[in-house]
């Protein structure tokens, strides 16, 4: 065992010294008169977060936070600021962004309560805290209004997990903090702690979580394997992977062996930070010395990063294996199976797994079918991109915006301007905003009908409405206006394209190269007519 630790923590309160929070304001006597009879806390002060309507606790003193958590835990310093995550994946999975195949983080869609042991009242507190004014003073008066009645920690944490469903970290921060100062059981308040960690790993507030980590282990209450947990999830989420590895290696020197929650939180946190596959093994095989059995959450985490590197022998075996193990595959691992086939080219294996899947009981949904569909048509199968479509609308399967995003593009591929159209138009029906795919799949569709008009109308709407164009986008626009004989307008857009900051690669050299040579040979052409007359 190392005889120094491999990360290190200091006695802060959470939001100290974090660039989050700034601009400090004490609170009033009379609100600390307020509270005295109540209970006997320190006061504290309130941070306003920059571009943030609600306030959102501070700190007290760090000599106050290390001599109420000396006796509990020794205080080191803090851990190492975080850097932007060095893989190129890592974008990818910052915050709530996430794949097509991998479930979405959706703010405000209704969330199962079932197995939660929360009380009715804290759904009412709920109400009242969400429709409360913008200040921590309102805050605390409806909590204080309800704290009598809220039983145990399973409400506020109920209370932080649905504010973090809302994107409301502001709030769940103030009831965090409401509930920690009340709470007297150490290891209610490491329950309280891990909540709050994984609320704001989720809502990608990575800074945030670790300084409530932090100050739970110092103040005793979070040694233990859920906020460790925790914390490599909250890593994980914004592709943190070398952290993540370091909290893993923490909670062993700590005496604290990793369970399974641990090793899914670190194998997702690696696979979304672009870790190689064969290092995942290793994990893999490390958590299986350790005893700890895996899960369907582990291999379809591991699929996933299959499906995202087309690694389709790896995938193939990892599906076999969790029937070897006696682990029941469901929809989401069929889903991501299917994924890492089509990335892989192995698009009729593909079509064979999803034919068998009623035979399963996993009955293909909107994903399968996008999945499939888009397959397809990266593959120039277009014709059976649109007998999937056409498969889907019997079966009265609902479409999302990425699938008629896909449908755009199989019919801008195919030429076909009217049925691109109609497919636009029931997106807008159905309220699915335009987004730079939307835009990319509209600017190719009329390039293809040589309808160069709108082409620059669809591209002047994109600004417009603040649609940030894309590589693909000016990608297109060079190819439309070169093939058209606009060869001002292909270059105006290649300058557009630099001053954006894009990286132009071969393909589009190619095309301004050809862009070129023919200007060229047209204005040698003007030249050797003016010398002959």
Excluded at 127 to 133: L, N
Excluded at 279 to 299: A, G, H, Q, S, W
Excluded at 365 to 372: C, E, F, P, Q
Aim: glycine residues 6%.
């Amino acid at each position: 065992m190392a005889s120094t630790p491999p990360l290190s923590i200091n006695a802060q309160k959470p939001y100290h010294n974090n660039p989050l929070t700034q601009n400090n304001f004490q609170t009033s006597s009379h609100r600390q008169h307020q509270h005295h009879h109540h209970h006997n806390h320190h006061p504290q002060q309130y941070r306003q977060v920059p571009n943030q309507k609600f306030w959102v606790p501070g700190t007290r003193s760090a000599a106050a936070a290390a001599s109420s958590s000396a006796a509990t835990a020794p205080a080191f310093p803090s851990l190492a600021p975080l850097k932007s995550p060095d893989s190129n994946l890592a974008a990818n999975f910052s915050g709530r962004s996430s794949t097509r195949v991998v479930s979405k983080f959706h703010l405000g869609r209704p969330k199962s309560t079932a197995g939660s042991r929360h009380t009715p009242i804290s759904e009412e507190a709920l109400r009242q805290v969400m429709s409360s004014g913008k200040d921590e003073l309102t805050l605390e008066n409806v909590l204080l209004a309800f704290e009598s009645r809220l039983c145990s920690s399973d409400d506020y944490i109920y209370m932080l997990r649905e504010l973090g469903n809302n994107g409301d970290w502001g709030r769940a921060l103030c009831c965090f903090e409401f509930a920690i100062k009340r709470e007297k059981r150490k290891l209610e308040k490491g329950k309280l702690a891990s909540s709050m960690i994984s609320t704001l790993g989720r809502l990608g507030k990575v800074e945030l979580a670790k300084s409530v980590f932090e100050t739970a282990f110092n103040e005793g209450y979070g040694n233990n394997v859920y906020t460790f947990s925790a914390l490599i999830s909250a890593y994980g989420k914004s592709g943190y992977c070398n952290e993540a590895m370091q909290v893993l290696e923490s909670m062993k020197y700590y005496g604290l062996k990793p369970n399974l929650v641990t090793y899914n939180a670190v194998i997702d946190a690696c696979g979304k930070g672009g870790v190689e596959y064969s290092k995942l093994v290793e994990i893999f095989n490390l958590m299986l010395k350790d005893e700890v059995e895996p899960d369907r959450i582990t291999y379809n985490t591991l699929l996933a990063v299959c499906s995202r590197g087309g690694l389709w022998d790896a995938a193939r075996s990892l599906f076999s294996e969790m029937e070897g193990r006696g682990i029941q595959r469901d929809l989401h691992t069929y889903n991501t199976l299917l994924d890492a086939a089509c990335k892989a080219g192995q698009l009729d294996i593909a079509s064979k797994i999803m034919s068998e899947m009623p035979g399963e009981k996993m009955f293909p949904n909107v994903v399968t079918y996008s999945i499939m569909i888009d397959g397809y048509a990266k593959a120039g199968r277009l014709n059976d991109a649109l007998l999937l479509f056409n498969e889907m609308k019997v079966k009265g399967i609902e479409l999302d915006r990425v699938l008629y995003n896909t449908l755009l593009s199989v019919y801008a591929n195919l030429g076909k301007l009217e049925e691109a159209l109609d497919v636009y138009k029931e997106m807008q029906a159905f309220g699915f905003g335009r987004d730079v795919v939307t835009y990319n799949a509209l600017i190719a569709t009329f390039g293809k009908k040589c309808k160069y008009h709108e082409v620059r109308r669809v591209f002047e709407d994109m600004k417009l409405r603040r649609v940030s164009p894309n590589l693909v986008t000016y990608s297109t626009l060079i190819d439309v206006y070169s093939k058209g004989g606009f060869y001002n307008e292909a270059m105006e857009a290649f300058r557009e394209l630099k001053l954006a900051g894009f990286e132009a690669d071969v393909v589009l050299y190619s095309a301004l190269i050809n862009v070129l040579c023919v200007v060229l040979v047209d204005s040698l052409k003007l030249l050797f007519l003016c010398l002959m007359r």
